[in-house]
């Protein structure tokens, strides 16, 4: 498992995914929400990409324990599902976009404002624990799917 250190993270607003959270015609989130969302430097994102990538590949889990319609329509049932997952609510998660593109916060952060960090056609992002044996991958055709990564051979 690899450990985050202070020099991991950038500032928040340095963030390119940032008006997604600040902007009138987006999301608004409160500023004690903001500050649980900690960027990783680019690099550091691109070193946990290639993991965010294999953990959704079909073949990474043994079986899909849920999968959830996430229709923007209705997002209040999404959490509801997202928080009966067996996942501690203040547990640390990573959040990755892209090849340099991710965030780390806390799993209630991600479940109260999941359809501020998915948006449908455009993204597909992986969210997982560093260590931990479970994902969640939102598909941008509006599905999640949380299951347990298979064990190293």
Do not use: N
Not at 3 to 32: C, I, V
């Amino acid at each position: 498992m690899r450990e985050l250190s202070p020099g991991d993270f950038a500032p928040l607003d340095e963030f390119p995914l940032l008006g997604r959270w600040t902007r009138r015609t987006h999301d608004l989130l409160p500023s004690d929400v903001l500050a649980t969302i900690r960027p990783l430097v680019p690099a550091v994102a691109a070193a946990l990409a290639p993991e965010a990538v294999s953990r959704c590949e079909p073949q990474a889990v043994s079986d899909r324990e849920v999968t959830i319609s996430a229709e923007w329509d209705a997002p209040e049932p999404v959490r509801d599902r997202l928080a009966a997952l067996p996942i501690l609510p203040d547990e640390r998660v990573i959040l990755s976009w892209s090849d340099d593109v991710a965030v780390e916060t806390r799993w209630k952060t991600f479940v109260r404002y999941w359809d501020a960090f998915c948006y449908p056609s455009t993204d597909d992002v992986t969210v997982w624990s560093l260590g931990g044996d479970w994902t969640v991958c939102y598909r941008h055709f509006q599905v999640i799917q949380f299951g347990r990564t298979r064990p190293a051979a």
